[in-house]
Nanobody
Framework: QVQLVESGGGLVQTGGSLRLSCAAS????????MAWFRQAPGNERESVAA????????HYADFVKGRFTISRDNGRNMLYLQMNNLEPEDTAVYFC????????????????WGQGTQVTVSS
């Protein structure tokens, strides 16, 4: 099964950018739908973006459309989330996840998770 490790989180000012990375091991991510989720204190985990096996199809939550971009490099076994124009409301722990189910979107649909990376946006 696949193991996932996120990196790239940190503290950034409003309007700034961060690029999150998710390194996979144990299996090739080419077999998996990949996604990013986030969870702020006191809130439920929510879907941010998802990408299909080959990277040709992506889906975003409305609150990040036009600001975030999900991408993958199957050859490097890596998933990315480019986050631009960050807002304080984006502050959360960000998780990458993998699943083999086509069209998976909600957190409960994903079987494999990383430990998360903290993103903090100051106002």
């Amino acid at each position: 099964q696949v193991q996932l490790v996120e990196s790239g989180g940190g503290l950034v000012q409003t309007g700034g950018s961060l690029r999150l990375s998710c390194a996979a091991s144990g299996d090739s991510i080419s077999s998996y739908i990949m996604a990013w989720f986030r969870q702020a204190p006191g809130n439920e985990r929510e879907s941010v973006a998802a990408i299909n096996w080959g990277g040709s199809n992506t889906h975003y939550a409305d609150f990040v459309k036009g600001r975030f971009t999900i991408s993958r490099d199957n050859g490097r076994n890596m998933l990315y989330l480019q986050m631009n124009n960050l807002e304080p409301e984006d502050t959360a722990v960000y998780f990458c996840a993998a699943d083999t189910t086509m069209g998976a979107w909600a957190p409960f649909e994903y079987d494999y998770w990383g430990q998360g990376t903290q993103v903090t946006v100051s106002s």
